[in-house]
């Protein structure tokens, strides 16, 4: 038996299961696909174990075992799959709605672990939410469910950046909030995320957040630049108008962007404070300038 082939009987051991259930499961489903001695008996690889432990911890959180091996095969985990996204979104959002919270957050889990935090932000988490969406609008959810779900996807998101921070050094220091008025702040998070992730010091403020208070903040806290977030045209031309004043009073540079910058008029407006119209984009182009001109 070569280096890290088990007979079932061992590997079933290793893996938490019995060996009936790995037979049942490869026939079954699939997963795993052990490869077979000269004597014909099966031999299962530490990948192998790796799976069926993945799925066995799925089933742990109350996850079907066909939807845990769906999910596996379209996590990048299994040797040579493609990513099934869309299988992954929406069994996310039938937890979510289902109110199955810990369910979702198995999903999420796996995403991460397969693809990484900032795939699982904009390839599962922001279409998601676009969704819910679509649903509040056609009327086939109400407003509690679009909150429940909003809350439930934000508390994993700050659940994130509070370890990103954690685990990150100190960095130039930023301000991430919304405009004035302005309440939607999902992308928002997810780029106070992906700049921790950069190695930027942190500091989300979150929803609503008065220009005229804000700069007194960030002269407070030393901020190198502040990240503003804007959703509808008409809060982000105010805040526009506003942003000379804010930048005078904190000695900070300020950037923007949102889904009001869409709008090419509104771009123009703001020049070289826009950042980019991708959550990656505008992420990877703020470390560069603020990394840069700290070095």
Known sequence: MGEGAYKIKEAAERA????ELLRAWERRYGVPLPERGPSGHRLYSEEDIRAVRWIRKQTDWGVGVRRAVELFKGSGSAPGAQADLEVVRHTLLDHLLAGEEGKAGAVLEMVVSGHGIEAACVEVVEPVLVLVGELWH??????????????????????????????????????????????????LLMLALFLARRGLDVLYL?????LEDL??????????????SASQKQRAKRMLAELPQLEAASGARVFVGGLAFEDESLRKAAGERFLGRGVREAADVAAELLLQRSS
């Open 138 to 187: 056609r009327g086939v959810i109400g407003v509690a469910h679009e909150h429940w779900i909003t809350e439930s996807l934000k508390s994993v998101l700050i659940r994130l950046l509070a370890e990103e921070k954690r685990a990150g050094p100190d960095g130039v220091r930023v301000i991430v909030a919304c405009a004035p008025e302005e309440l939607h702040e999902m992308g």
């Open 215 to 228: 700069g007194v903040f960030v002269g407070g806290f030393g901020a190198r630049a502040v990240l503003l």
């Open 16 to 19: 938490g299961v019995t060996p």
């Open 206 to 210: 979150g929803q609503a957040v008065p």
